[in-house]
């Protein structure tokens, strides 16, 4: 079963969680309520769902109209929930298609769509989980035009299967990552380290990203302009002793 959730705390979080139930036919069983923010969520045990889809506000000093999606996981210091050095399972497919619907439905809303890197808990639950936002402050996470159309993405994703293409686990660029949203039509990305946590990166966090992304991923992804050449260097060696094979997104690019 696949699963909505969202904290009472979060404006956005609960105007698209009741869109979702007033007018997409969601039931109380697939949309679970949490008191506190979602990104110390501690979810019960026997909470085993196939994804887990969080819908929630993206804050930003900004303020820019945006509607984000991106999954979970602390590359150093869990500064905003999860545990330190700890990834969360990646659903890389249906991060895909999130990013798909919302570029689909939201053309045209005054919101700009994008992928983000993985950031922020919770980590350490057992299943898929990923963020889907409307952003950047009060004035959207309160207008329910945006809101709606997180609803309707959530609600395509909660009753469809996405589409199989191949899988990338990402590096580089910054942390609204516009390269790899560029090539979101032919890869589909899980765990992204941006540049600003690539010093992070060992052999250990490496193979959290490759094991904790599904599907497996095919190979890895760079934004080769968004890293220095040491640190291309660097990981590309970590990741031919693990056998991936490393590509550029421009490789992907119309």
């Known amino acids: 079963m696949k699963l909505v959730a969202f904290s009472r705390e979060d404006a956005a979080g609960s105007n698209i969680a009741s869109i979702l139930l ?28 196939e994804v887990c ?17 991106h999954v979970t996981g ?13 990834l969360a399972i990646a659903p890389a497919l249906y991060l895909r298609e999130a990013i798909r619907k919302l ?4 053309a045209g809303s ?3 769509v994008s992928l983000e890197v993985t950031h ?17 402050g009060p004035v959207q996470w309160n207008d329910l035009s945006a809101c709606r159309i997180v609803a309707r993405v959530i609600s395509e994703l909660l009753s469809g299967e996405p589409e199989r293409v191949p899988v990338a686990v990402g590096f580089g660029g910054p942390h609204y990552a516009p390269n790899f949203t560029a090539v979101i039509e032919k890869v589909a ?9 690539i010093e992070s990166i060992d052999e ?13 991923p095919d190979f890895a992804l760079f934004d080769w302009k968004g890293l220095r050449g040491e640190e291309r260097g660097r990981i590309a060696g970590m990741l031919s002793k693990m056998g991936l094979e490393c590509k550029r997104t421009s490789e992907f690019k119309d």
């Open 53 to 69: 889809i969080v819908a929630s506000r993206h804050r930003s000093e900004s303020g820019q109209p945006t509607l984000t999606a």
């Open 204 to 216: 250990s966090m490496l193979r959290q990203m490759v094991e904790k992304t599904v599907p497996k």
């Open 103 to 106: 570029l689909l439905y939201g």
């Open 22 to 49: 007033k007018e997409f036919g969601l039931d109380d069983k697939q949309v679970m309520a949490f008191d506190k923010t979602m990104t110390n969520a501690t979810f019960p045990q026997d909470f085993r769902p």
């Open 74 to 86: 602390n590359f150093d210091a869990a500064e905003l929930g999860g545990r330190e050095k700890e």
């Open 189 to 197: 990305v899980g765990h992204i380290a941006s540049k600003h946590v």
């Open 120 to 136: 922020h808990g919770p980590t350490s639950q057992p299943f898929p989980l990923l963020f889907v936002e409307v952003g950047s």
């Open 110 to 112: 005054g919101y700009s």
